[in-house]
């Protein structure tokens, strides 16, 4: 049992509880696979054994994320556990844990479910990626470890004839009840740790420090403070020095192509019910991905808020005649799961404008896509909202990893608190996530666990969003291999279209706040923000405001805040669709020097301009993240998504042609021209302790505690 830091006032239900288990080297191909296969019949979505066990129960609030298989290192590693639970639960986890192990080697496990497992390790091995990360270079890293191991990398480039072996043995319903019973049962291999909170914690630990210092300082004679001192002005001497850009070659202005990449054909069909498809042929290795886009829905206040857990209930929750354990054996059989998201976007003209959609996603591997269809319009129109238990335990779930998000995203939480007043899909994300989302869900947690009847209020907002939804208009997209399509085009005749379509347009709004918040939480860094407002995307100065970003970071903040302010990150960036400017920094142990940095760097800039080479870097760093490439489905969806949101390629072709156009006083202008103290707008995301402080600053005081 170990204990971690809480700033927080309770300490109920903050435990984790995980066992983990070392399973042998993770280079031996088959192995590996056997591995793969009993975590995923154990783990691989709500209806597992283990998942619905550790989700459901009692003790504890929900599954902990680092659930399943590791496979990064030398030996595989399976963990299971809990989040949200209590110390003196860990006996009753474990027991928990291996109680649902024994019955599955017990009851042995069906192999159909087994063979939903293989289907998602082929469709994943199958699947073209890129759109994250280059799909080669993914592919290098996937070999490297058995590489390194001395082991033949090459196997796993196929492993097509282990999938085959492996469907053989799963005939056998008793052949991973096998494989669970030697490797996990009794696999003594095993630990069992208990993270405790402890809000002492910090406080004993910064008193340690500040007592070692002040010892180490006594200890200290002139001559040792002396070169102490003047290794610190080498340091800054040597921060400060400006590398010689001639030492390396580089590559230049003239290495960037004239013209955007070539984009794939997309064609668009009408039916007679008034659905439109966008369709669009891409090699996809037997994959195929679908879309149901839908025109988002105007919500009142107080619907707004429930908008982002009604997209992520979606797809868990049963449809038509299926609960939702059997709805996502279902789902895991057919295909690579559902997803409800959305696309925003601000008009490049008016950022008091701006539209949005919701996008219900699916794939599949090419035999299943009927299947898919079907399922991602049973799962629409025929969606279950009479699960309570199940619409408690997801709101849990997403209750916790919007609190993680604080530690992981804080800059991007701070930036959009700060951005809410400077245009009108900056306010709206803001009303539904963001700083004032995670106080809401916090807010609505702590009134469920005191009275029930707040759950009746919850399904009521999600069955007012869910209405809303489908009266809205819809359209399709397909990808996949040509002569695919067949099936799918005979399918769509036949869905429904709405009568009624909706406003995409959302109607304009604005968030006010103060010049200068301080939110208080559970943290013991700081997470800094300094937005200003700038303009839409279609702006003729939006072009030096993208590049006024990259020099920012590069001539000055990355060394303020990261190597001379110990911050693990920071930078500048203009958000077109926010119609804002952010100055920001990440894991931040300042926040009233990162502020003066902040200003510092926006006053060198103005005063003292960039060189050619150095406007040349910024611009090169900004073509190169448009011109990177995306995987072949996700080059087809980008173009079709482009056409809805106004993002199209002569859109993309002109921002290109402003950016080649961009001088050095072009940027100076801008920053002179929006980064003004006066229209500044500052979020800090910061410890309960650093209250005082914060005040003593002019901040107002907001708490997510």
Request: with cysteine; glycine share 6%.
């Amino acid at each position: 049992e170990e204990a971690y830091p809480l700033d927080e006032q309770e300490e109920e239900a903050k435990t984790h509880i995980v066992m983990g288990w070392l399973l042998g080297s993770a280079s031996d191909l088959e192995h590996a696979l056997e591995m793969s296969l009993i975590s995923g019949i154990l783990l691989n979505h709500a209806a597992s054994p283990l998942r619905h066990a550790l989700e459901s129960t009692e003790l504890a609030t929900s599954a902990s994320p680092l659930c399943g298989l590791a496979d990064g290192a030398r030996e595989l590693v399976f963990m299971a556990g809990v989040e949200g639970s209590e110390p003196s639960h860990a006996d009753a986890i474990e027991t928990l844990i291996l109680d649902v192990l024994s019955q599955v080697v017990k009851e042995g496990v069906d192999p159909e479910e087994a063979e939903s497992v293989l289907h998602q390790i082929e469709l994943n091995e199958r699947e073209i990626g890129g759109d994250r990360y280059p799909y080669g270079l993914s592919l290098l890293m996937n070999l490297l470890s058995p590489a390194l191991q001395d082991a033949d990398p090459l196997p796993l480039l196929d492993i097509n004839p282990q999938l085959e072996r492996l469907r053989e043995s799963i005939q056998d319903r008793f052949y991973i009840a096998g494989l669970v019973h030697r490797w996990l049962l009794d696999n003594q291999h095993r630990v069992r740790l208990s993270l405790r909170p402890d809000r002492g914690m910090s406080a004993r630990a910064r008193d340690q420090e500040d007592n070692d210092l002040l010892k180490i300082s006594a200890q200290l004679n002139e001559q040792q403070l002396t070169d102490l001192a003047s290794k610190m002005e080498a340091l800054t001497e040597r921060q400060s020095q400006l590398d010689d850009e001639d030492a390396l070659p580089r590559v230049s202005r003239e290495d960037i192509p004239p013209a955007l990449p070539e984009e794939p054909a997309v064609q668009t069909k009408s039916f007679s019910s008034g659905l439109s498809l966008g369709l669009g042929y891409a090699g996809t290795n037997g994959l195929v991905y679908q879309r149901i886009v839908m025109d988002m829905p105007v919500l009142d206040a107080t619907l707004l808020p429930w908008l982002p857990f009604y997209k992520s209930v979606v797809t868990e929750l049963g449809a038509g005649q299926e609960g939702y354990m059997s709805r996502q054996r279902r789902l895991a059989a057919c295909t690579g799961g559902l997803a409800l998201s959305e696309v925003a976007y601000t008009s490049p003209e008016d950022q008091r404008q701006a539209g949005a959609y919701l996008m219900l996603m699916g794939k599949s591997l090419t035999r299943h896509q009927h299947a898919l269809s079907e399922l991602m319009l049973e799962q629409l129109v025929s969606l279950r909202l009479d699960e309570p238990e199940r619409i408690r335990e997801l709101f849990q779930q997403m209750r916790l990893r919007w609190d993680h998000s604080v530690t992981h995203d804080g800059h991007q939480l701070a930036m959009g608190r700060a951005a809410a007043s400077m245009s009108t899909l900056a306010a709206w994300r803001a009303s539904q996530r963001g700083l004032l989302g995670l106080r809401f869900v916090r807010e609505q947690d702590r009134k469920l666990a005191q009275d029930d009847r707040v759950l009746e209020g919850i399904i009521q907002a999600l069955q007012a969003i869910h209405q809303a939804v489908l009266s809205q208009g819809r359209q399709i997209f397909w990808v996949g291999e040509s002569g695919q399509e067949d099936v799918f085009l005979h399918a769509l005749g036949s869905w429904p279209q709405p009568s009624r379509p909706g406003l995409v347009t959302l109607p304009e709004m604005a968030i006010e706040t103060a010049d200068s918040e301080a939110w208080l939480t559970q943290t013991q860094v700081q997470f800094c923000a300094q937005s200003y407002p700038a303009v839409p995307p279609g702006h003729p100065d939006a072009a030096a405001l993208r590049l006024l970003g990259p020099l920012l970071r590069n001539l000055y903040l990355h060394g303020a805040l990261r190597e001379r302010g110990g911050a693990y990150g920071g930078g500048a960036t203009y958000v077109a669709d926010d119609a804002a400017f952010h100055l920001h920094s990440y894991r931040d142990p300042r926040f009233e020097g990162t502020l003066d940095d902040f200003q510092l760097a926006i006053d060198g800039i103005i005063h003292q301009a960039p060189t050619d080479v150095q406007l040349e870097e910024a611009l090169l760093a900004v073509i190169a993240s448009m011109d990177k490439p995306s995987s072949p489905a996700g080059s087809v969806l980008q173009v079709l998504t482009g056409a809805l949101t106004g993002r199209d390629r002569a859109f993309r072709s002109q921002m290109r042609n402003d950016l080649l156009q961009v001088t050095v006083a072009d940027v100076q202008r801008v920053a002179k021209t929006y980064l003004q103290s006066d229209l500044a707008k500052r979020v800090v995301i910061m410890p309960a302790d650093l209250e005082q402080r914060a005040r003593d600053r002019g901040f107002k005081i907001e708490t997510l505690l």
